[in-house]
């Protein structure tokens, strides 16, 4: 019998399909707190569905602390965010971790890559950080979210993202508030306070730049037009805190926590498949292997999934 499932040994964090013509392998990334010593490990899982066999652990690379997200320079390149506050660029085909950027002295959580060198990358103390990956060089930093009732103390910037030109930059903070900056000036040129609850997700879609995708712990997903902020141009309320979204051609793989995944219809928004029940061990990562299989991990039994359907 096929394998639909491996448990692994750290709590899965994210998911990603690696994006080759090989749709068969996916990333998953882990982090683990020791709460004795406070301290964080994790690792980086490459996952392969293989035909006889089923789902398979190809390779586990470890690395200096837990990993939040992460994103692919190339099909054979990932780029980490570390709760160590570094960088990691990582070969997929590496037995260990290697050229690692210190970049905050708190943990990130999250990163955006351009199509030049610069990345934008986020951490827990409210900070925003554009780094040069060919130097290993911070190019600026500054203050992006803090607490309305603790005037300058920063707050969690759960994620972020960079243009492909690398001229604008958007976050999203625990303080409920979606920004666009001007990467080169550091300067704030939109806002969005809409949200119910702290923005945990925030990209611009491949199809369309003049537009941010955004999810929430409010259990929302929401389209605005970036030239005009104040407007949202479509939304959907789904079972759970939308943690991350992944466009697929013409869908969108969303993980939503306690809510499972569901797949959207990038258009319309409208639910076209949906798996409330594998939330039920808090799921955080979820990636389209195939028009009709999603490779999901849960944090609380440390599996990642196949789920055909």
């Known amino acids: 019998m096929r394998s639909k499932s491996v448990k692994l040994s750290n709590r899965p964090a994210f998911a990603r399909r690696i994006p080759s013509e090989d749709t068969s392998r996916a990333c998953v990334s882990t982090y683990l707190l020791d709460t004795s010593s406070d301290t964080r490990s994790g690792s980086l899982c490459i996952l392969k ?3 006889a066999d089923g789902l398979q652990l190809e390779n586990e690379i470890s690395t200096s602390a837990g990993v939040f997200r992460f994103d692919f320079r190339n099909p054979s390149t990932i780029v980490a965010a570390l709760t160590d506050g570094s960088l990691v660029v ?15 002295s708190d943990m990130l959580l999250d990163l955006g890559l351009s199509d030049s060198s610069l990345t934008i990358t986020t951490d827990n103390k409210g900070h925003a ?52 900056w001007d990467a080169r000036s550091r300067t704030q040129t939109g806002q969005s306070k809409i949200f119910e609850a702290g923005v945990v997700f925030v990209d611009f879609p491949a199809s369309n730049e003049d537009q941010i995708l955004t999810g929430s712990y409010d259990e929302h997903v929401r389209i605005f ?66 028009a009709n299989s999603v490779l999901f991990c849960t944090f609380n039994d440390y599996l990642a999934v196949l789920d055909e359907y």
């Open 90 to 104: 990582q070969k997929i085909e590496e037995p260990v971790s290697s050229e690692t950027t210190p970049v905050s």
């Open 225 to 290: 037009d970036r030239r005009n902020l104040k407007t949202v141009l479509k939304e959907k309320k789904l079972s759970g805190g939308v943690w991350n979204i992944e466009q697929v051609g013409s869908e969108y793989c969303t993980s939503c926590m306690y809510g499972g995944y569901s797949i959207l219809n990038s258009d319309t928004l409208d639910i076209v498949h949906e798996n409330r029940d594998v939330g039920s061990n808090l799921l955080y990562g979820a990636t389209k292997m195939s």
């Open 49 to 51: 569905i293989d035909e």
């Open 129 to 180: 950080y554009i780094v040069d990956l060919n130097t290993s060089l911070i190019v600026s930093t500054w203050l992006a979210h803090s607490l309305p009732y603790v005037p300058g103390e920063g707050c969690e910037v759960w994620s972020c993202a960079i243009s492909k030109d690398a001229q604008t930059v958007v976050t999203g903070g625990e303080d409920g508030s979606m920004k666009l």
